[in-house]
């Protein structure tokens, strides 16, 4: 794996509510594109917590995947797939306590991301002991929306069953690709 200078790399990002497939589809692109991805912190971190989720908790979290995504930055092949970003951050924080860390706020605007991959609801649910709203996932899908656009993020809703996906996600990749002159 060739690799580029860290201001050089593109970072994609790909988000949506609970149950959408973002690491699988993560995985299947960074061995698509010979990249590495970057997992989702919170996951890591939930998987340890034996209470529920506090505000610091959330605070950590966003920490954690901004030095996770710092740390695999630097072995990235021009692009770094995240799975998820700190959006998600902000987006549980306002859902769950009514607000965001200002710290997260702050950072919004300062980390941008190349291209969103906002991954549909059309997929059936997998229960999983971290995964908490089957019934909100419409609810937080037009949260994803609304909160990319009002980043001006440029971003494509993926849906489909798993090889649409993968497919819709690389003609979009590659489209940003070539007017970008990185294929």
């Not at 949506?16 to 590495?36: D, F, I, M, R």
């Not at 710092?70 to 021009?78: E, I, T």
């Not at 009002?150 to 007017?179: C, H, M, P, V």
Request: proline share 5%; net charge negative; glycine share 2%.
């Amino acid at each position: 794996m060739r690799k580029e200078a860290p201001d050089s790399i593109k970072k994609i990002a790909i988000v949506g509510p609970e149950s959408t497939g973002k690491s699988t589809l993560a995985k299947q692109l960074a061995t698509h594109y010979n990249t590495v991805w970057v997992p989702e912190y919170a996951r890591q971190y939930c998987e340890k917590l034996t209470t529920p989720c506090t505000w610091q908790d959330e605070i950590n979290m966003f920490k954690g995947q901004l030095e996770l995504e710092k740390a695999l930055l630097p072995r990235a092949n021009k692009i770094l797939i995240c799975d998820t970003t700190f959006l998600t951050v902000k987006i549980w924080s306002d859902y769950t306590f009514g607000k965001s860390p200002q710290e997260v706020l702050d950072e919004l605007y300062r980390h941008p991301y190349e291209l969103y991959l906002l991954l549909d609801i059309d997929l059936p649910w997998q229960d999983d002991p971290l995964r908490d709203f089957p019934h909100l996932r419409e609810y937080f899908m037009n949260v994803w929306h609304k909160e990319l656009q009002e980043l001006n993020a440029k971003y494509s809703t993926i849906s489909g069953k798993n090889s649409q996906r993968l497919k819709t996600s690389i003609d979009f990749i590659n489209s940003y690709l070539s007017e970008a002159e990185l294929v």
